[in-house]
T-cell receptor, first 116, second 117 residues
C-alpha cells in the first residue's frame, strides 16, 4: 500500500539552528512529493514540490528538500530556523498516474517548536 | 500563487441543523476539488473528491448523504453537513487543483472550524 512516513512527531530546535525534517515514502514507482506547512488554525501552505529532475528542490521561506531515490526519502531542510517557522509540517505524495482523481497521501505530520 | 478561500472560517451551530461551507479558487479554475477533515493534532483525512459538473466520489466510511458536496462551477465547491451532531465538530479543509497538465499541484484553503453544540 502507498504510504508516507514522518518518523518524528515533534522536534524542538533553537532559533538560528539548522533543521531537518524526515520523510519516507513507500510507492511502487517514485511519486510526486510535496511539503506543506500548517500554522495553528490555518490551512496548508505549499513549501515545495518535486516532480522530476534536480533532486535538490528549493522552496519558499528558505526551505529546501532533497529527493533520494535509494533511501525513498524526501527530507526537508533549513539552514537557520526562525521563530516564525514554528508550525506543523506535512510531507505528502501522489502517484504519477491515476486519472483525474489522484489522491495525495499525507504523513502524520511533524510539529516544530522553536526555542528563543 | 494560487489562492483558495473558504467561508466561513468558523461556525457554531445547534445539533440537528445543517451547515454549508464554501470553497473558492480565486485566481484559477479548479477542475477537481477535495474535501478533508482534520482532527486535533492529526493529519488530514480525505473525505471526498469532486469534479466540476459531476457527482463527488466519497472515501470509504464517509456518509455521502450526510456530507453533501456540490461542485457547480470551476471556481466553487460547497460542503453541506446535514443534520449536524457534536461528533461532526472538526476542522474542514478544502483543496483545489488547477486544470491541465500532469504536474498539477493542490492548493489548500484556510479551513473552517465547525463546532456543533
Amino acid at each position: 500500500a502507498q504510504s508516507v512516513t514522518q518518523p518524528d512527531i515533534h522536534i524542538t530546535v533553537s532559533e538560528g539552528a539548522s533543521l531537518e525534517l524526515r520523510c519516507n515514502y513507500s510507492y511502487g514507482a517514485t511519486p510526486y512529493l510535496f511539503w506543506y506547512v500548517q500554522s495553528p488554525g490555518q490551512g496548508l501552505q505549499l513549501l515545495l514540490k518535486y516532480f522530476s529532475g534536480d533532486t535538490l528542490v528549493q522552496g519558499i521561506k528558505g526551505f529546501e528538500a532533497e529527493f533520494k531515490r535509494s533511501q525513498s526519502s524526501f527530507n526537508l531542510r533549513k539552514p537557520s530556523v526562525h521563530w516564525s517557522d514554528a508550525a506543523e509540517y506535512f510531507c505528502a505524495a501522489r502517484p504519477h498516474s491515476g486519472g483525474s482523481n489522484y489522491k495525495l497521501t499525507f504523513g502524520k505530520g511533524t510539529l516544530l517548536t522553536v526555542n528563543p | 500563487g494560487a489562492v483558495v478561500s473558504q467561508h466561513p472560517s468558523r461556525v457554531i451551530c445547534k445539533s440537528g441543523t445543517s451547515v454549508k461551507i464554501e470553497c473558492r479558487s480565486l485566481d484559477f479554475q479548479a477542475t477537481t476539488m477535495f474535501w478533508y477533515r482534520q482532527f486535533p493534532k492529526q493529519s488530514l483525512m480525505l473525505m471526498a473528491t469532486s469534479n466540476e459538473g459531476s457527482k463527488a466520489t466519497y472515501e470509504q466510511g464517509v456518509e455521502k448523504d450526510k456530507f453533501l458536496i456540490n461542485h457547480a462551477s470551476l471556481t466553487l465547491s460547497t460542503l453541506t453537513v446535514t443534520s449536524a451532531h457534536p461528533e461532526d465538530s472538526s476542522f474542514y479543509i478544502c483543496s483545489a487543483r488547477a486544470a491541465g497538465g500532469y504536474q498539477e499541484t493542490q492548493y489548500f484553503g484556510p479551513g473552517t472550524r465547525l463546532l456543533v453544540l
